[in-house]
């Protein structure tokens, strides 16, 4: 009987099990006979701890390094690696289930097999600049909607208190309208 062998296309990969507080990495290379050589290690999800990560990962040359996408927990790892790897960021729900006892170590060498073999479709993340940019968007936008929520809140306090403002003011929060509720506010006290 002939077995299919899945072939290595990269020489010394990473995979890389993240969560909240820990990071499981699992190094692998080839070694001249077929065989690979694994080494596993857990590090903190601290900056210092992932330039150390990084450096454990360099010291045996690691080229490819590939990780699970989990919540948001991936991205100061994969902030610390960009400059150093050619990083794989993987939706969990892509790699195959395999049958048996699930852990993380378990987990990390799977990856790390999968992407020495190449087996791993990695999903879009954009450069740093555009990141950078969404970021302040998304920020931006929160704000903003922040901000009408509390608009709407001041009309809807106004109208209680019968003061009929957005009657007279197109905008409350304007010069007119901030001139109009201090003075509401003074004949009251």
Not at 38 to 46: P, R
Not at 48 to 71: D, F, K, P
Not at 92 to 104: F, I, S, T
Request: charge should be positive; hydrophobic fraction near 40%; proline fraction near 3%.
């Amino acid at each position: 009987m002939i077995h299919k062998v899945m072939v290595a296309i990269y020489q010394c990969v990473a995979g890389l099990d993240v969560h909240q507080e820990t990071v499981v990495a699992c190094r692998r290379r080839l070694l001249g006979d077929g065989q690979a050589e694994l080494e596993v290690e857990t590090f903190q999800t601290t900056s210092t701890a992932l330039r150390q990560l990084s450096q454990w990962l360099a010291e045996w040359g690691v080229t490819h390094v590939a990780m699970e996408s989990t919540g948001i927990y991936w991205i100061p790892v994969w902030n610390v690696l960009e400059e150093h790897f050619q990083l794989v960021l993987v939706n969990a729900q892509h790699l195959k289930k395999v049958p048996g006892r699930k852990d993380d170590v378990s987990d990390a060498g799977r990856i790390a097999q999968c992407q020495q073999c190449g087996l791993l479709r990695g999903s879009f993340v954009p450069p740093p600049q555009v990141r950078h940019w969404r970021q302040l968007t998304r920020q931006r936008t929160k704000l903003t909607d922040q901000r009408t929520a509390v608009i709407n809140r001041l009309h809807s306090v106004l109208q209680q208190g019968n003061i009929k403002l957005s009657s007279v003011a197109s905008q409350i929060m304007g010069v007119s309208g901030r001139a109009m509720r201090e003075r509401a506010l003074a004949r009251r006290a």
